[in-house]
């Protein structure tokens, strides 16, 4: 099973082991996309937006109106959706004028510390 982390992280954190992998010439084992803050995090994978990566979670790529038939929305919201969710790195673009999301699972990881 493939699957992608999305975790709360500084860049310094990222850039650090982006420098290891570099360094030793071994990437991380685990696909790993990172947030800054973790209302960054919620402010990106909103409950509709989760809705649609559930939807594309182990599907392959598909265009944005099969995307929208899948979880019962209009096509131009999940446009939208789909456009932020480029951005922030968590889909990416596939042949074909469609969409991808290359995992099977998804695991959601950042710690809550007292101020």
Do not use: N, Y
Not at 29 to 52: H, Y
Not at 75 to 98: E, F, I, M, N
Not at 103 to 109: C, I, M, N
Request: overall charge neutral.
């Amino acid at each position: 099973m493939k699957t992608v982390i999305l975790e709360v992280r500084s860049l310094k954190e990222t850039l650090a082991d982006a420098t290891r992998a570099m360094e030793t010439g071994r990437a991380e084992t685990e696909a790993r996309i990172g947030f800054a803050t973790p209302e960054l995090l919620w402010e990106v994978l909103t409950a509709k937006r989760w809705e649609l990566l559930k939807a594309l979670c182990g599907a392959g790529p598909m265009s944005i109106p099969e995307a929208a038939h899948r979880v019962g929305r209009d096509t131009k919201d999940v446009q939208a959706d789909v456009t932020a969710l480029l951005k922030a790195g968590v889909l990416s673009h596939a042949p074909g004028d469609r969409v991808a999301f290359p995992f099977d699972a998804v695991k959601v990881e950042f710690l809550l510390q007292a101020a």
